[in-house]
């Protein structure tokens, strides 16, 4: 069952290609190539991240759906979608072959994010900075273990002391690097993009250089929405924390001050995951279809 995200994801992803197929520029064999190879990459580290039973969906519903946590040795799970993501567009950042350029001059300036779309770069920039927030706001919220490890909640009580794993310093400093990462590539994928001059017929190079942006961009969003999703759960553990402090003869439920956000956060990172996994796939049929038509055009004309 832990899958079960990824595999809405894919399926949603199919529905959505053959209810609105989207046709894409046929782009030079080794772009396609590349990129296909990328997200196949980041698809797979994810899969088998879900697979090896690291996220408890199996137990949606159960009050103790997240208890396996308290037995987490590491936080590669947070890293996976993320390294994954560095690959896909790293793998991306590769300039087009030179074609005829203009022969007149181009008065308009280029920056990296001359051929993206607003909504494409607002989303991905938010998503990117939610969680470089997340990672900063886990870690400052950390207190060392008994290993000296940032990695628990630690909540006074007056009569004593709670604590549980939190996104602390010791999972989410390798996020940071990771993010940073990302982001480098990112923006280095999409000066790559625009910085070349325009190819004849320009039309047809303008059209290559957007649908690469975009594609670029939904990488980079589909890595931070399945990294948010991995974190969001993880705080929903640490929001579910349900013990007691002993008074006298009774017991003194004792909960965390964002315990009511537990639901919420469980919610919203399995629907990050979801679209995530989503946006990734569709990016993987878009290449392969992208693929197929450039072999059928290359038979065509040799026909």
Known sequence: MGIVPAV??????????????RSVPILPPRLTTLATVGLGVALAMSFVMLASGSWPFQAIGNSSLLEWL??????????????????????????????????????????????????????????????????????LASRPDEDGAYTMWVQDV????????????????????????????????LTLIARPSI????????????????????????????????????????ANLSTG???????VP???PFA???????GSGIGAIIVGFVLWFLLLIEQLTAASAKRESTATHAN
């Open 260 to 266: 009511v956000l537990a639901p919420l956060f469980l």
């Open 70 to 139: 308290s037995r987490t040795a590491a936080g590669w799970q947070f890293a996976v979608p993320l390294l994954g993501g560095v690959i896909a567009t790293v793998l991306q950042c590769v300039p087009a072959s030179a074609g005829q350029r203009q022969g007149v001059a181009e008065l308009a300036p280029r920056t990296p994010f001359s051929f993206a779309t607003v909504p494409w770069l607002l989303g991905t920039g938010v998503l990117l900075g939610v969680a470089f927030l997340a990672a900063l706001l886990g870690g």
């Open 8 to 21: 809405m994801g894919v399926v949603a992803a199919v529905l959505l290609v053959r209810s609105r197929p």
């Open 158 to 189: 007056g009569l004593g002391i709670v604590g549980r794993l939190i996104y602390g310093w010791s999972f989410s400093a390798p996020s940071l690097v990771l993010l940073l990462l990302l982001t480098v590539a990112t923006v280095v994928g």
């Open 199 to 238: 190819a004849e017929p320009a039309a047809e190079d303008l059209a290559n250089r957007r649908s690469r942006t975009r594609t670029l961009l939904a990488t980079t969003s589909g890595s931070a929405l399945i990294h948010l999703g991995t974190v969001l759960i993880f705080l929903a553990y640490t």
């Open 245 to 251: 402090i002993p008074v006298g003869d009774a017991l």
């Open 254 to 256: 004792v909960y965390p």
